[in-house]
């Protein structure tokens, strides 16, 4: 079927309902509705689609194009859920079951007819976007390609809602004045709540040290304590705040700014978005690097070690899979303790999540000399990623709970075997943010999938599915497991990979692969070639990163369907 898929924004869930239904056999199209309405309708005439399928929509489809073509948009919220905050009122109510709706456009929000929904259970830590990344995208999944089936068959007739049910299912956009944190009352589990219902966007606003912030990501601590409010700790770039009976981790800030401010603000790290106004008193706490977990002890770290037999797990988890100078070094020298460990297996990776996006565009774009600083990033990501493709004394796995792009895909891609969990998107390459790219790329993409398919990867700047990545060579397992339980699922098969008889002589193998490739061609002269693109796209004015960079950061809509979506799908 050629299906047409009109979406707000090229976000996670549009691109893994594009490369899923792909993988289905259907030529699909992408079209960007960014308020333009004649710009829709011409697509719609270009593709000339026999089905729409809308993943992610925050406008109005056009009454024209509704009425000539079926339109489907997908809900995040069982039948009968209705409005444009589903998901952050569920969060805040504390739900613990939820769903995902594929309806009918009709010229009322959300009250067209059912063609198919999917149940999910609401995770109990999870933040919103993480939530939409993982369970709430594999339910719309499941009722996206059960929805297409049900249209193809030609013979299902969609269930109407009942009008008593709409009016009561309406919840209306969340405000701010609903999102309010008082700390002097509010117990840590209704902060967590409010946080991780705004998690991602908007965000909550608050003011701490006298200036007015949006607060960003919450994780619970059980045993730091202070007056409700007052910032206690900090912890690799987090800050943690009392509560009235706890305290919290949030991990960003993003400062408010008058409405229609010149430049947009945009997350950073708390201690780094604080900056000179955190009090010197206030003090860094940090995590072990082997945290255990019991359930009685609450709190949050970024990176954990731990073994399973010996199984040697390297899980690491950071915002927006963003990872800055100071991450790459940490998690390089976690990496090293690990490699000291008596492990014949070494995972990384394991969680829920993006497991990696590359260097932090953010951090980088709030520097004093952002072209030095991208340097830095890529230098200590190249060297993170050195440390991967050169341990030759065990095997080691990326674990991919989520998605990963850009140098995140190469860092994956340095172990010796990559698994992803269904439902995981890759996105190998680094074209759309003007970069050549670094971190061993031209030698890790094309040992993988050869040369000319690693050109078509890094050119094309699609995304690829976790089963794709498997038939290009890229992964070697897709991981059929929720995103709760993909941590125990990870141990279980490295466990059987570490008892795998084979597994001396797999070792030895690679380390023989290793040194051949090295005589053949230095990593080093890889690393070299590589940057010295990258200098010229970090360094020259005349390169179009730094713009690239400022629009993403600042979340700048493009005018238009990019290029490479809008030929999708067509026919030359
Ligand atoms: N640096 C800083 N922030 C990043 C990031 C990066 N490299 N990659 C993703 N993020 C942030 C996004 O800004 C977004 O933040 P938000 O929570 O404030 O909205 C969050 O992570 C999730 O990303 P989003 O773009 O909404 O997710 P997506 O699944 O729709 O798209 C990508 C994923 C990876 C395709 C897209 O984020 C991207 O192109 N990232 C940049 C990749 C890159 O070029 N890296 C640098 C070269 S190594």
Redesign the pocket.
């Known amino acids: 079927m050629h299906i047409l898929l009109v979406a707000s924004?090229?976000?996670?869930?549009?691109?893994r309902v594009l490369a899923e239904l792909q993988d289905r056999g259907h030529t699909v199209g992408v079209a960007l509705a960014l308020g333009n309405d004649d710009a829709l309708r011409e697509a719609v005439r270009d593709h000339s689609p026999q089905l729409i399928v809308a993943p992610m929509l925050t406008t109005a489809i056009p009454e024209d194009v509704w009425t000539g073509h079926t339109c489907l948009i997908v809900h995040p919220g069982p039948p009968g859920d209705r409005g444009p905050s589903s998901l952050d009122w569920t969060l805040q109510d504390g739900a613990q079951s939820w769903g995902v709706t594929v309806l009918e456009a009709v010229a009322e929000m959300d009250a067209g007819d059912v063609w198919a929904w999917s149940p999910l259970k609401v995770p109990p830590l999870a933040g919103k976007?993480d939530f939409y990344?993982g369970e709430v995208a594999d339910a719309a999944l499941d009722a996206v390609l059960l929805a297409v089936e049900r249209f193809a068959s030609g013979k299902y007739k969609p269930r109407k809602q009942k009008a008593a049910a709409l009016s009561a299912g309406w919840r209306p956009f969340m405000k701010q004045a609903q999102r309010r944190i008082d700390w002097a009352a509010d117990p840590t589990e209704v902060v967590l709540r409010q946080l991780r219902a705004a998690?991602?966007?908007p965000g909550v606003l608050d003011e701490l040290l006298g200036v007015q912030w949006y607060l960003?990501g919450g994780h619970p601590e059980g045993e730091l304590r202070g007056r409700p409010g007052e910032l206690v700790a900090t912890r690799a770039g987090a800050i943690c705040r009392a509560t009235v009976d706890g305290a919290v981790w949030i991990a960003?800030l993003?400062p408010w700014r008058e409405p229609g401010s010149r430049l947009p603000s945009?997350?950073l790290p708390a201690v780094q978005a604080l900056g000179d106004l955190l009090p010197a008193e206030v003090p860094e706490v940090p995590a072990p690097l082997q945290l255990q977990l019991p359930a009685a002890r609450r709190t949050w770290s970024d990176i954990r070690y731990s073994e399973h037999g010996t199984v040697g797990m390297l899980n690491f988890s950071f915002?927006?899979?963003?990872?800055s100078t100071v991450h790459c070094r940490r998690l390089l020298e976690a990496y090293r303790f690990a490699q000291t460990r008596p492990t014949s297996v070494l995972v990384l990776g394991g969680l829920r999540d993006?497991f990696s996006?590359?260097?932090?565009?953010?951090?980088?774009e709030a520097a004093d000399d952002p072209a030095e600083e991208s340097w830095a990033n890529?230098h200590a990501?190249n060297d993170l990623v050195e440390a991967v493709l050169t341990t030759t004394d065990r095997l080691t796995v990326s674990a991919l709970g989520g998605?990963?792009?850009?140098?995140?895909v190469?860092l994956a891609l340095a172990a010796d075997e990559v698994w992803c969990r269904d439902g995981a998107?890759l996105?190998p390459h680094?074209k759309?943010?003007g970069?050549h790219?670094?971190?061993y790329w031209t030698y890790i993409l094309p040992r993988r999938v050869g040369e000319s398919e690693a050109q078509r990867l890094t050119q094309s700047a699609l995304?690829v599915s976790a089963k794709r990545a498997v038939e290009l060579g890229m992964a070697q397992r897709v991981l059929q497991a929720a995103p709760e339980e993909l941590g125990d699922e990870v141990v279980r098969m490295a466990a059987q990979l570490a008892a795998s008889p084979v597994l001396v002589e797999r070792i030895a193998q690679k380390k023989a692969v290793r040194a051949q490739d090295e005589s053949v061609k230095p990593l080093q002269k890889y690393r070299d070639e590589e940057l010295t693109h990258m200098r010229r796209n970090f360094f020259d004015a005349r390169e179009p990163h730094a713009g690239l960079r400022s629009a993403?950061?600042r979340?700048e809509k493009a005018p238009r369907t990019p290029p490479h979506l809008a030929r999708l799908g067509l026919t030359d």
Do not use: C, W
């Open positions: 924004a090229f976000n996670s869930l549009t691109q976007s990344r998690d991602s966007q960003h960003q993003r945009f997350k915002a927006g899979g963003a990872m993006f996006n590359g260097i932090h565009l953010n951090v980088i890529i990501m998605n990963a792009a850009a140098g995140g190469m998107v996105n680094y759309l943010m970069l790219g670094s971190e995304p993403f950061v979340k």
